[in-house]
């Protein structure tokens, strides 16, 4: 295969250490072929698809091995990389259950107050998701509000002594040198102790819902290092917010909860045992992510709604109810907690992170006429989103192919860092734009070369946390900031906020496209106020809110969810409807140029990520030719030799086994019976549950459901299992653990029909049979993501080995 590159994980580097130690299903290079099959037609014959109790001849050229093995020992300088690679490493979750016998005696044995029982936990799981959350987004805050206080009163006292005295050089090398040094601490800690935890973590999370398994992701190291990560990267001054990590705070709070075990303490507290399988984990990780959002804007229905857009593919309506009560707990836990941490018990008036204020209809309403405008707004903000997303796609894919080392990470945010400070201080300090100081809400007036009793309104916007200058843009009465001030700020912080995105830190990216779009927003109602002779409709706060959905629209493509969001953070449903227009039409035309922020750089990491429907132009392919073949199968009693060797082929790490019935006289194949997976095999090898054993009453019991659910999610290596020669002689029965009634297709079913059986009911394998029920392929997830659609109609991935 002449396209396949080495890749590297979300932090820009190499990191192969699923403790798994399995690549995922394996799937063939081209149109369901392995490398070594003739261009031309194929003789499809039940041999030709099937081997039984043999390994899958689907493999990788030999070149490809040396590149694997090569690459690790040698850092080279530029890594490379294809946009058009689909990588091999990323699992698939089960979001179907396997309906074994085992299962089946279970569910039956759950009488109806027992399955009350089971309702009454979720509800309590989700309590606790939404409490948690909400704590987490307390801690968050109050240790931002006093760090960032603290730097910004340190750095103010001096800007203010070298004033007076002259030397406001030191006082940049102490802004640059703060921000560089507290960058540092979180760079570093992402960057060499877990790499997945930086960036917002919502592309993640999204993967996650979709199905595919994104390594430790949802561990507890991954949550610590996040929030203390975001922590430092906001006190450090980057162009970052603290909203956008909140989402994936929550949702590893509910993969954890959920669970009743933390497996990275190595504590099991022996509860919520019967969630322990993807689909139920899948559910709570939705609430979570749905709870972050409501502490993060104090938007419930937004939290629900985002779960929804952006989040969980297989939507259960019993869990929309489910979702909203976590995501108002969560936002009612921050406002609790908050409003006693400011001395107002009685006053929950602190319901987010961020607290838009209110905007008063009547101060600031808005007219028929003005319906144009904003539709004209929305279309700014698509072309400047689409801008920021080409610039950051050119700017990832840099370091991805240079910056790939952790200490060069380290570098580059330390850099920002430094920069950043330098152009805030160099822009106040050119800025002769001075305001009365009386009356305004400034936290850190900067007085500079401003006459007495007045302060440089530049650094109302550098000279402060993300949030608080949002807030400032949205409600400062007119007149307080020059439009020179405001266009210089938009140019510059565009720029800053572009290139901190996807650095190793923890941070989002919603707070600086709010800041960017109120800049440009204000500015544009200042110029209209100007045209219009200062007519009262003219208001730049107004317009300051639909810059900032405007350009937070265009960047991440979010409608439903981000107008209700914006509502419930503004407290005013009058606006409802413009900042729909103004997301629709900057969602439009956004996507006419480049794709959403959060779907580029899922793309950039080559997931094999489901998107709502198949590719338009795709009826024309077959089930037959996008599948996987040849197929390794089981038969229904097998040689534990044989399940060890297939389990232990490196070179065909499937996952999951046709289970077929063969008569072992003749190389006749029976039709399906089952299907079996990997980890499900480990169990079984791990046990001994051996025929022979059990004939000779070795087996000390018969095997539960709950050897399975112990053993998940971390399921050891089959090299961790050790199997004597003697007992690899012995035959294993799968009847009873193989799913009976597996999903499958004929192979004649058109590509947009098995894309939606496959989308649509969460399967990790999806059986191909011909007439006769024999297996003839196996469809996986990596078969249906490698059709797109690109600019030149339908085209397939290639796949990459890592």
């Known amino acids: 295969m002449a396209n396949v590159a080495k890749k590297v994980s979300w932090s820009g580097r190499d990191r192969d250490d699923d403790e798994d130690g399995r690549a995922g299903e394996t799937t063939p290079l081209l149109n369901g072929t392995g490398p070594g099959a003739a261009g031309g037609a194929r003789q499809l014959t039940p041999s030709s698809f099937l081997r039984i109790g043999q390994l899958s001849n689907v493999d990788l050229n030999e070149d490809i091995h040396e590149l694997q093995t090569e690459l690790p020992r040698q850092r080279p300088n530029e890594i490379p990389h294809n946009e058009k690679l689909l990588s091999l490493k990323y699992e698939s979750l089960d979001y179907d259950n396997s309906e074994n016998q085992l299962f089946l005696e279970e569910e039956r044995r759950i009488n109806h107050a027992a399955f009350r029982t089971v309702e009454i936990k979720r509800w309590v799981i989700c309590a606790m998701i939404g409490i948690l959350t909400g704590l987490v987004a ?24 070298f004033t007076a005295k002259g030397g406001l050089s030191f ?91 933390s497996t990275s303490l190595k504590r099991d507290f022996k509860i919520f045992e019967y969630f322990r399988r993807d689909t139920e984990k899948r559910d709570f990780v939705s609430a979570g992510a749905a709870a972050g959002v409501s502490a993060a804007f104090g938007a419930p229905v937004g939290g629900v709604l985002f779960s929804l857009e952006e989040g969980a593919s297989f939507w259960n309506q019993f869990l929309t109810w489910r979702i909203f009560f976590a995501s108002m ?114 936290a850190y007036p900067l007085q500079l070369f401003c006459a007495d009793g007045e302060y440089n309104s530049m650094a109302t916007a550098f000279f402060n946390t993300p949030e608080k200058s949002v807030v400032n843009l949205f409600h400062d009465p007119p007149g307080s900031y020059n439009p020179m001030t405001l266009g210089m700020f938009t140019l510059m912080y565009f720029f800053l906020a572009c290139w901190t995105y996807g650095l190793t830190v923890s941070a989002g990216v919603f707070i600086p496209s709010l800041l960017i779009g109120a800049a440009w927003g204000r500015l544009f109602g200042i110029s209209l106020s100007y045209l219009t002779k200062g007519s009262i409709w003219a208001d730049p706060g107004k317009y300051a809110l639909m810059g900032a959905a405007a350009q937070l629209g265009g960047i991440v493509r979010m409608t439903l969810s981000l107008t209700v969001i914006m509502m419930e953070a503004t407290g005013n449903v009058t606006y409802g409807f413009p ?155 799968l009847s009873e653990f193989m799913n009976p009634s597996p999903y499958t297709v004929p192979q004649e079913a058109s590509l947009p029909r098995v894309f939606k059986l496959f989308r649509a009911l969460g399967l990790r394998h999806l059986v191909v049979v011909d007439n006769r029920n024999e297996v003839v392929g196996m469809v996986t997830r990596k078969d249906l993501a490698r059709y797109r659609l690109g600019k030149e109609g339908l085209e397939e991935l290639s796949l990459a080995q890592t």
């Open 171 to 261: 006082s940049l090398l102490l802004w640059a040198t703060l921000n560089a040094s507290v960058v540092m601490v979180g760079s570093v800690i992402v960057a060499f102790i877990e790499p997945v935890a930086a960036g917002s973590g919502i592309p993640q999370i999204k993967c996650y819902l979709n199905g595919v398994k994104i390594p430790h992701v949802v561990r507890l190291k991954t949550l610590v290092i996040k929030v203390c990560g975001v922590i430092l990267s906001v006190v450090g001054g980057l162009a970052v917010g603290k909203e956008g990590p909140m989402i994936h705070s929550g949702a590893v709070i509910a993969a954890g909860i959920s669970q009743g075990r």
């Open 579 to 733: 900042i729909m227009l103004v997301l629709m039409t900057a969602k439009i035309v956004g996507d006419y140029f480049v794709e959403g922020l959060y779907d580029m750089h899922i793309q950039l990491q080559s997931v094999p990520f489901l998107h709502w429907e198949a590719p338009v132009t795709s009826h024309s392919l077959t089930a037959r030719e996008v599948m996987s073949t040849p197929v390794t199968c089981l038969r229904r009693i097998e040689r534990v030799g044989t399940v060890v060797d297939i389990l232990s082929d490196t070179s065909s790490n499937h996952n999951g086994f046709p289970v077929v019935e063969s008569n072992p006289d003749t190389t006749q194949v029976a039709g399906l019976r089952g299907l079996i997976l990997r980890s499900q095999l480990i169990v079984l090898l791990k046990h001994k549950v051996f025929v022979e054993r059990a004939n000779l009453s070795l087996v000390q019991r018969r095997l539960k459901l709950k050897d399975f659910r112990d053993a998940y999610p971390r399921f050891p290596p089959i090299q961790s299992i050790h199997v004597s020669q003697d007992e690899r002689e012995c035959m294993i029965d």
């Open 138 to 161: 307390c801690f968050i805050d109050i240790v931002v509000e006093n760090l960032a206080g603290l730097k910004y009163r340190v750095v103010k006292d001096n800007i203010d002594k």
């Open 329 to 442: 707990i969560s936002t009612f836990t921050l406002n609790s907690v908050l409003s006693v941490y400011h001395g107002n018990a009685w006053d929950l008036s602190s319901p987010g992170l961020i607290n838009f204020g209110r905007f008063d209809s009547e101060k600031m309403g808005y007219t028929i006429q003005e319906i144009p405008i904003f539709i004209f707004m929305g279309v700014v903000g698509g072309i400047l989103g689409a801008l920021f997303n080409a610039l950051n796609y050119w700017l990832t894919m840099f370091r991805i192919r240079y910056i790939h080392r952790p200490c060069l990470q380290v570098v580059e945010a330390m850099l920002v860092a430094a920069v950043t400070a330098t152009v805030g201080f160099v822009m106040i300090y050119c800025s002769r734009d001075c305001q009365p100081i009386q009356g305004s809400s400034v």
